[in-house]
Antibody, heavy 121, light 107 residues
Framework: QMQLVESGGGVVQPGKSLRLSCAASGFTFSTYTMHWVRQAPGKGLEWVALILSDASNDFYIDSVKGRFTISRDNSRNTLYLQMNSLRPEDTAVYYC??????????????WGQGTLVTVSS | DIQMTQSPSSLSASVGDRVTITCRAS??????LNWYQQKPGKAPKLLIL???SLQSGAPSRFSGSGSGTDFTLTISSLQPEDSSTYYCQQSYSSPRTFGQGTKVEIK
């Protein structure tokens, strides 16, 4: 069955780096645009970044531009988020999500379970 | 960036009530509007896509309507398991912005 499994979260000091992974299975990973979405404790959902199916283009929310890099390895069915220069305000559960196009629209039809990133000294 | 504004931010209703949540986009997004349900400690789950299409497996008491800038999520008869936070999201352009969420509680 379709599955997205995130890993790599943890506690990290401000200014340090962390790399998140999202392992995909049960579908043809290389044909889907993928996203990272985060949720700070007690807060709402915040879209972070996307990468096209062939990695030809990516897009970021302004607050992470120049610090975060989304990438993918279609041979390993894995999505990544390299997070550098981390700040306390980056503390959140990070979800990966698959975007599907259908009914003349785009939507996130599958999500991972999330991985918690805590930025604290 | 397109801003998404949901109202109310929270509501409390009784089992069997009809519940309506609204979402307004800061510009025309045609029908590129999705609704998600999230329970505490869980990932969001797609409920409605393309403004009004019910996701496979979602209960038929959920429905969506609207186009352009104004959208509505309706629960026709609230059930105890509908206690959740609901988010709208536009997929017309990037960034794929979410509304701030509406927390639905059961009286």
């Amino acid at each position: 069955q379709m599955q997205l499994v995130e890993s790599g979260g943890g506690v990290v000091q401000p200014g340090k780096s962390l790399r998140l992974s999202c392992a995909a299975s049960g579908f043809t990973f290389s044909t889907y645009t993928m996203h990272w979405v985060r949720q700070a404790p007690g807060k709402g959902l915040e879209w972070v970044a996307l990468i096209l199916s062939d990695a030809s283009n990516d897009f970021y929310i302004d607050s992470v531009k120049g610090r975060f890099t989304i990438s993918r390895d279609n041979s390993r069915n894995t999505l990544y988020l390299q997070m550098n220069s981390l700040r306390p305000e980056d503390t959140a559960v990070y979800y990966c999500a698959r975007e599907t196009y259908g009914s003349s629209s785009h939507y996130f039809d599958y999500w991972g379970q999330g991985t918690l990133v805590t930025v604290s000294s | 960036d397109i801003q998404m504004t949901q109202s109310p931010s929270s509501l409390s209703a009784s089992v069997g009530d009809r519940v309506t949540i609204t979402c307004r986009a800061s510009q025309n997004i045609r029908n590129f509007l999705n609704w998600y349900q999230q329970k505490p400690g869980k990932a969001p789950k797609l409920l409605i896509l393309a403004a009004s299409s019910l996701q496979s497996g979602a209960p038929s008491r959920f429905s969506g309507s609207g186009s352009g800038t104004d959208f509505t999520l309706t629960i026709s008869s609230l059930q105890p398991e509908d206690s959740s936070t609901y988010y709208c999201q536009q997929s017309y352009s990037s960034p794929r912005t979410f509304g701030q969420g509406t927390k639905v509680e059961i009286k």
